[in-house]
């Protein structure tokens, strides 16, 4: 497995150089950490997947993914490459150990649900969005929200070759420019354009039941919420997504029951 290459922020962090990616790191095998590695592979990335019950878990998901990626403890995982995938509850940021992806570009698909991650005082009051939490929770790191508006079984359907006349875009949203661009970089080579939706404090243009969030990517919008997680995709356009952004409408958090 390839190093990255460091050199050092302003703020003192380290921070991988503008180079090809050859090698991503995972942390998460859920239905997105499996999804983005399947596209990795295909585009020649390199995975190193990591969950919390350890590589031999994931045992059986490597060998489906084949010879280009390795199961990996999560501290391996953080470390690998030139970014590395979060895909984890929520909860369970603030158990990742201190430090661990300082200076890194992170792709956050974190959401916060309720029934799942019980209710979080400073996310129902819209005190902050989940990505400033996430950021708050992992400090150092430099974190992009990605892959968080799109459900699993739609990444696959919708990713499309550079330049494809029905390629969908994906929003990304975060505070460094530069992890921004790296990450827009990646997602472009795993099939999708991006869109800048801003900061973390704008994140909430794309998170759970906002405008941009999973209903746009379906080809018949209004399938029974039963239905969704076998309903197939139709193409969001770079241009129908920023409209979709510019006129979501933050909804009361305090409210969500799912």
């Avoid at 280009?68 to 995982?77: G, L």
């Avoid at 939706?197 to 018949?220: H, K, M």
Wanted: proline share 7%; with cysteine.
């Amino acid at each position: 497995m390839r190093a990255p290459r460091c050199a050092r922020t302003p703020d003192g962090h380290h921070e991988e150089e503008e180079q090809a990616m050859s090698t991503l790191g995972i942390i998460g095998s859920g239905n997105i950490g499996t999804a983005v590695a399947r596209l990795a592979v295909a585009a020649d990335i390199d995975v190193v997947i990591a969950n919390s019950r350890g590589p031999r878990s994931l045992a059986g998901l490597v060998e489906e993914l084949g010879p280009r990626a390795t199961a990996a403890t999560v501290q391996e995982a953080a470390r690998a490459g030139e970014a590395t995938v979060l895909s984890i509850p929520l909860t369970a940021y603030g158990s990742l150990p201190e430090g661990l992806l300082s200076g890194r570009t992170v792709l956050d698909t974190g959401n916060y649900y309720p029934f799942r991650d019980g209710r979080i005082a400073e996310l129902d009051s819209e005190e902050m969005t989940t990505t400033a939490l996430a950021q708050r929770l992992l400090p150092g790191a430099l974190l992009v929200k990605a892959f968080n508006n799109i459900m699993a079984h739609h990444i696959p359907q919708l990713a499309r070759p550079a330049g494809a006349a029905d390629r969908s875009a994906l929003p990304i949203a975060g505070e460094d420019p530069g992890a921004k661009a790296r990450v827009a970089a990646l997602i472009d080579r795993l099939g999708f354009d991006t869109v800048d939706a801003g900061t973390p404090a704008e994140s909430w243009r794309f998170e759970p039941e906002s405008g941009a969030y999973t209903r746009i990517y379906l080809a018949d919008p209004d399938v029974p919420v039963e239905q969704m997680m076998q309903a197939p995709a139709a193409p969001v356009p770079a241009e129908e997504l920023r409209a979709a952004l510019k006129g979501s409408r933050r909804v009361k958090v305090a409210e969500r029951t799912f």
